[in-house]
């Protein structure tokens, strides 16, 4: 085997689901020892790409080479024998078991459990001081914040003696602090000669860790460029096909009338703990406030309360009335009938009923609308309706018979933000706005929240993109375990102050243990 050889290189891959062609004749070649990532919009091919890779899926037609040899892949026990690790979005971690135990399982020596417990204690405190990854091995997995799992789920790769590491969407519940710790863990696995794929859709990120990046866009690799030699808006038209605006681009709030109040306002969950503990704000005609916050504590609560869909004690005043929020009258009818419209944070489980049609869909909740009839409902109306929504709002295809399923989960976006822009409310309750949207839809989105607040709307922006929130906000407030750390004007402040009051410091100024974050992140996730 040459010394030169690609620590990974895939040769003419191609998969496809039925007439779904997921890659077509993909070839890349992975450098020992570097940082590669991976970019692309929704549906591009990067997981399906990555799972042949793993072993999840087995490709219709290529080659796989590992360090200059040819290799089959049937299953993940094959690449992790290969010496393939992957770490993926959603964390593969027994909740109520410890760290050592979470990194044993499945790797244990025989069928005696406590020799594999010692010599994974042994590597583990090994790994751990080589690598950067602290963690404490007898903690309960349910017990420590989502930074720390993330490390355990390294350290069970290192412990299986990966060379190759694949990340998927490794920073996307992470706050800028924990981030920034993990790009220097990768920096360190880097300098030991790990070789690591970086699958993100977060342009900075590309640019500040990776040494080289692969573009694919519908299947295909459309470009591989070295990081150095190229820039985000060159990135961003490779994945879209197309110039992309990465900048939001808006005139200064004109702002009017307290269109908002919200005093002293507390929710508990079913089993009792408070999940927002006295939150006070007022939102402006004309004016955007953003929500910060890693999700989970008290974001989502803020939402369903003023979207009616959760019952809390407080006071809430709609441009000066009071709102009920017994639970009794706090429908979503009655918000709407204020002026609330409300694009819920997951829209397939809230926005959208996924099983019917677009024109089904975007009549929901405004179906008493006189021009959908009176006594019965006029179907063609609402599909005149909602083929006008799906012109004005570039929803691809615009077919207002096809079910939500159809679309991707950028027009589904489209379809839910249409439904309920198009009502020109006076408050505009938004939840995480983009999320698992392509760049190219992100760009529109914006666009249309910007200008719903030029006409003079209010809006509440919630979003765990601390990008989407600085570059939208005309004010931004930042939520940690259930209260409001603090507010901020976006000129005034900058992601590293940001991420420490969304990790619960109050005083950001001069240095910070980041062991103390991470306890704060913790706690809050445990209550």
């Known amino acids: 085997m040459s010394e030169t050889a690609p620590a990974i290189e895939l040769k003419g ?11 077509k004749d993909i070839s890349i070649r992975v450098i020992p020892g570097t940082i590669h990532g991976i970019i692309g919009e929704n549906g591009a091919g990067k997981s399906t790409l990555m799972s042949i890779l793993y072993g999840f899926y087995k490709a219709d037609a290529g080659e796989i080479w590992i360090r200059g040899q040819k290799t089959e892949i049937p299953d993940s026990q094959a690449a992790i024998s290969a010496g393939i690790g992957m770490v ?3 964390f593969k971690l027994v909740q109520n078991f410890t760290v050592l135990e979470n990194i044993v399982l499945g790797a244990e020596d025989s069928g005696l459990l406590r020799p594999s417990l010692a010599r994974a204690r042994r590597e583990l405190e090994q790994l751990s001081k080589e690598y950067e990854l602290n963690v404490e091995p007898d903690a309960k997995i349910e017990d420590i914040g989502v930074g720390m799992q993330q490390r355990v789920e390294i350290l069970k790769a290192l412990y299986r003696k990966a060379e190759i590491l694949i990340l998927d969407e490794p920073t996307g519940v992470l706050t800028p602090a924990e981030a920034d710790h993990l790009f220097r863990i990768l920096a360190n696995l880097k300098a030991e000669g790990k070789t690591i794929i970086l699958i993100t859709h977060k342009l900075r990120e590309i640019m500040e860790i990776t040494d080289t990046v692969s573009v694919m866009r519908r299947g295909e690799m459309t470009a591989t460029v070295k990081t150095a030699e190229t820039s985000p808006p060159e990135l961003a038209e490779l994945m879209v096909g197309r110039k992309v605006l990465l900048r939001v681009e808006k005139a200064p709030a004109t702002v009017g009338e307290t269109v908002l109040e919200v005093r002293d306002l507390r929710v508990n969950d079913d089993k009792g703990v408070e999940r927002l503990k006295g939150v006070s704000f007022d939102i402006k005609a004309g004016e955007i406030l953003g929500i910060a916050g890693v999700a989970g504590n008290g974001q989502s609560e803020l939402l369903e309360v003023l979207g009616g869909m959760r019952a809390a004690t407080g006071t809430v005043r709609m441009n000066g009335q009071e709102i009920d929020l017994t639970g009794t009258k706090s429908d979503g009818q009655s918000r709407r009938a204020r002026g609330i419209a409300h694009v819920p944070e997951d829209r397939q489980r809230e926005g959208l009923i996924m099983e ?6 975007c009549a ?27 012109e004005r709002f570039d929803v691809r295809p615009p077919d207002p018979n096809l079910a939500a399923k159809s679309f991707s989960g950028g027009n589904q976006q489209k379809i839910v933000l249409a439904r309920e822009i198009e009502r020109s409310p006076d408050l505009l309750l938004v939840g995480q706005p983009t999320r698992g949207v392509d760049i190219g839809a992100i760009e529109f989105i914006h666009q249309q929240i910007v200008a719903l607040r030029d006409q003079g709307k209010a809006i509440l922006l919630v979003s765990v993109e601390l990008d989407e929130i600085m570059g939208l ?9 259930g209260q409001l750390m603090g507010e901020r004007l976006p000129g005034d402040t900058d992601e590293t102050e940001l991420g420490l009051l969304m990790a619960g410091v109050t005083d950001t100024s001069g240095d910070h243990d980041f062991r103390k974050v991470e306890a704060n992140l913790a706690h809050a996730g445990r209550e």
């Not at 009839?373 to 063609?380: M, P």
Request: net charge negative; charged share 25%.
């Open 13 to 23: 891959i191609s998969k496809a689901f039925g007439p779904v062609q997921a890659n």
């Open 473 to 481: 906000s005309d004010r931004i407030a930042v939520m940690f375990d």
């Open 356 to 361: 019917f049609h677009a024109w089904e869909n």
């Open 88 to 90: 993926f979005q959603h």
């Open 364 to 390: 929901f909740g405004y179906h008493k609308d006189e021009k959908f009839g009176s006594a019965f409902l006029n179907n063609a109306a609402m599909k005149d309706d909602m083929a006008g929504k799906m």
